[in-house]
Each structure stands twice: as C-alpha cells, then as structure tokens.
C-alpha cells in the first residue's frame, strides 16, 4: 500500500497525529488530550462525562449506557471507562471521538465476485499477520445479505473450527481454532452481497486492539 507524505499543515501541533483535513484538523485539537487549554464544556446530564465540543456529545448521548436502553454488551477498552456500546461500530466511534483513538477509517472495497474477494482477502490477512473468519450465520437486509468476518483473537478461547477453513491454503490455518484468548478486536469486514449474488461490497475496519504479530 503506498503512503502519502505527511502533510505537516494537517498535523496536530500538541499529539503530531496527521489528518486528512485541516477542519478535521482543528475539531480535533479542540479535543486533544494533550491540549493544554482543552475545556468540558459539555457534560452528559446522564453520567456527567465531560466534553470539549458539542457534536462528541450528541454522539456519546446516542450511545450512554445510563439512558433507557436495556443490556448493554460491548465494555469500553479503556479500564477507567464505564461506557459500554451494543456494537464494535458503536465501540469504534467511542474509542475515536471520547479517547482520540487512532483508528484507521473504515474502507469500502467493491468485487465483481466470490473469488476476487476471498482473494484479496487472503492477501490482506498475509501481509497484516492476521485472519479473517467468517461469523456463523448471515443477516439478510432487502435484497442484500450480510455476512461478518471478525479478528481470529476476538472472542471466547474455546476450539473453533469452521468447515470453509479446513481447506484453507495459508500457512496460517495451522492456528486456525486456537488463537481466541477471551479478547475484544475492533478489526474486523463486513461482506455485503448484492443482488445478483455475486457482486460484493466490503466494509473494512483494519485497526486491530492489539498488535498483530507473525506467529499469529
């Protein structure tokens, strides 16, 4: 993948994290952690969390886990955080906006078929030292039917083993249903198949919660 030169107009002068943008850039200073002159101003009248701008708010009220909504199942990765979400997007979108987590943002990749997804599927997994498999069950929405693939380190430690898997021909199958360690990844795609059945549109999210080493 090739890689932009840093833009240093695009830089934050307090933590050095580049952005795209320079409005991206300065809704992000306003919230920095290491900005000296940062201010709550906006508090959560549900669990008193504190805010330096408005939209971050409006954002954390939709997923406040003190509102009316009933079970929540997703823990903020940070110890001292009490929030928790109902998805890995809702979870992403916290860790970015509350805790100025550095996540890459999501891709949207197109396939003309099966194969050419599963083909630069494997050549994604091979050159980030990571897997990819396949969530059991589809979601069908309309005409379109979802299927999600998620870190092979989410989830609980027990034996996993998929049928699609054992004629996996990466070397990494070898660790396929052994690597689950009771971890939460926020990595992960969601593969959305069109109409036809065989055109596919991919929702990529590549930052990993942990650091994605050979041996995995």
């Known amino acids: 993948m090739d890689h932009q030169p840093s833009d240093v107009s695009k830089q934050c002068t307090f933590c050095q994290k580049h952005y795209s943008s320079k409005p991206i850039l300065k809704r992000h200073k306003l919230s920095c952690k290491l900005n000296p002159d940062k201010t709550n101003q906006f508090v959560c009248a ?9 939209d971050n708010l409006q954002k954390h009220l939709r997923l406040c886990s003190s509102g009316t909504r009933k079970k929540e199942t997703i823990s903020c990765l940070y110890k001292d955080c009490k929030m928790t979400c ?6 992403i979108e916290h860790l970015s906006c509350v805790h100025n987590k550095n996540i890459e943002a999501c891709k949207t990749l ?6 050419s ?5 494997e050549k994604e997994e091979e050159s980030t030292f990571s897997y990819f498999p396949r969530a059991t069950g589809s979601q069908q929405c309309g005409e379109t039917k979802r299927n999600y693939y998620y870190c092979q380190h989410d989830g609980s430690d027990r034996f996993h083993v998929r049928k699609e898997q054992e004629g996996r021909k990466s070397s990494r199958k070898v660790h396929i249903g052994q690597i689950k360690r009771n971890f939460l ?25 942990h650091i994605p080493c050979m041996n995995d």
């Not at 197109?110 to 194969?115: I, L, M, R, S, W």
């Open 117 to 121: 997804f599963i083909l630069w599927k």
């Open 185 to 209: 990844c926020i990595a992960k795609m969601v593969e959305i198949i069109k109409e036809d059945g065989k055109q596919r549109e991919v929702l990529y999210n590549p930052t990993h919660s």
């Open 86 to 91: 109902f998805t890995k997007t809702n979870l």
């Open 46 to 54: 549900k669990c008193s969390t504190g805010f330096s701008r408005k």
């Open 110 to 115: 197109h396939f003309d078929d099966e194969a």
